[in-house]
């Protein structure tokens, strides 16, 4: 009972593990649509800040258009200084205080850009920082999804077990139940036959006195009836004999197949704690990529005060160390597989060896019972021939008295009342045989129905290691499936990382580009103070 609460608790746990991991399948699948739409955010996100770099780019052409007009208006200014000396004057000031509106414009121009840059570099660690927290969001959910699914498969496989086993039950049943009717039919059989030999014996009594030839015929026909009893009683025996064997062998068996089954569950749990590590090594690897991430964010900060050398060797040492920590986890998976398909491998030859020991022996103690039973018919057998012969001898004699002149009356009545009590003797001995075949049959018909049971119970525990074998093949298969999802994470971490890389070039190349503009406001500043300090020597000449 305790299996069989066991196997159900085991195939309600497979149902419910079923149930969650489809939950956990679709939850998936929302999680990537929801991913998907997050990128396309993330990518609408980037073409805007590409847009306001480019309106960066035209404001700077604008100023740089102004600049080149001030240049000009200087130039004019200075060739009109020639002619009208008088007008220079008020030229000048107007000249200073367009010099001053110039240079205050160029100094906000400047702030504006100093606060784009900052606000662009808040922006782009913003979108860093959901980037982060939505891939562990997603790592989250996508961890416990796996493990529902896990749960489902489980409890399917109990579900399916439960069904199998239903199955084999009504079938056995429906065995018994055509069995028994076939041994109610027999004993229906033998009860007339029995009733037919007692009134035959009963007229045979009464008869005895007249007909003694008849009496020696119905002696032989007992003989012979004697000699089949004698012949099911040893059948009996036999089947008694090798059902006792072959219920110890069984026994002998489950006792066996429960040591493998619990062999089994052992290197189940083991399966389950190397993959429990597994799990606790993709974890720290997933840490030392956040690491690794960390390290590249800190090195990009770093990357702005560098030399472009510097950055090209951080790149690599980086790369390299990505490698690395893939050829790792790669090893350790090849080693993974490689041990559970070993010990696969040794536990389906020790069961094998197993079952060829147990058939070996169940057929050396088949033929050792089979030895001893014959022996035991053939005891049999002899004593009843020496009884049968016993009595025969006794029946010639009396026939010969009897075809003889009866001397005296008394003699011929006494003689026949000993064959009467011998008679009575002889059928109470057959009646107490007929008593130990119906107790051999009953015995035979329990041995038989234990040896089903046992025979039933064999099968199941064969079963339940078929059933193990497979869902250690489905471990396998699922331990493959994760770490094809874990190569195609790797995947999407590299083009995370490849399009990370690719901010951080636009980010350096708009930080390159900021401090072009800046040394070119600086030059257009200084020639516009050169052409002021030249605009206040001309007109102090």
Known sequence: MTILQERQALVKDLESMRLQLLRKDDQCKKSAAVASSQLIALKKELGELHSQRMLVEKESDLYQQKCKDLTTLLETSYDQHEEDQTKIVKLSENYDDGLDMARKEATISVMNTHEERKSLKVNAERLRCKLNTERKEWMDTKQSLLETVEEHRSRTDCLERELREAKLSEKSYRMCQDQLQAEIRSLKHDLSAAVTDHSVAKLAIEKYKNEICRVVEETRMQRDSDQTLLERLHMAQEDATMSWRSRTALFHENCTLKQNLYAAQQKYNGVVAKRKQDKAASSMLTEELSEVRRDTKRMSMAWEAQSVEQTQRMKRSHIEAIDLLKERHAAELLQLTVENERKLAKSDASHRVMLEELGAAHRDQVQAA??????????????????????????????????????????????????????????????????????????????????????????????????????????????????????????????CRREIAHLQEQHSRDVLALEVMKRNQDHTIKQITQAQFSANRLIEV
């Open 370 to 495: 089979r030895d001893v039973v014959e022996k035991q018919m053939h005891m049999a057998v002899n004593q009843v021939q020496v009884l049968c012969e016993s009595t025969q001898h006794k029946l010639l004699s009396v026939t010969k008295e009897v075809a003889r002149p009866y001397r005296s009356n008394s003699c011929a009545e006494m003689q026949v009342r000993e064959l009467q009590q011998e008679l009575d003797a002889w059928r109470d001995k057959e009646k107490k045989l007929i008593q130990i075949m119906e107790h051999a049959q009953r015995m035979n018909a329990n041995v038989e129905e234990r040896h089903l049971s046992l025979e039933c119970k064999h099968l199941d525990a064969q079963k339940q290691l078929e059933e193990l074998a497979l869902s250690v093949q489905s471990l396998h298969a699922t331990a493959d499936e994760y770490v094809r999802e874990l190569g195609g994470v790797e995947t999407e971490k590299l083009e």
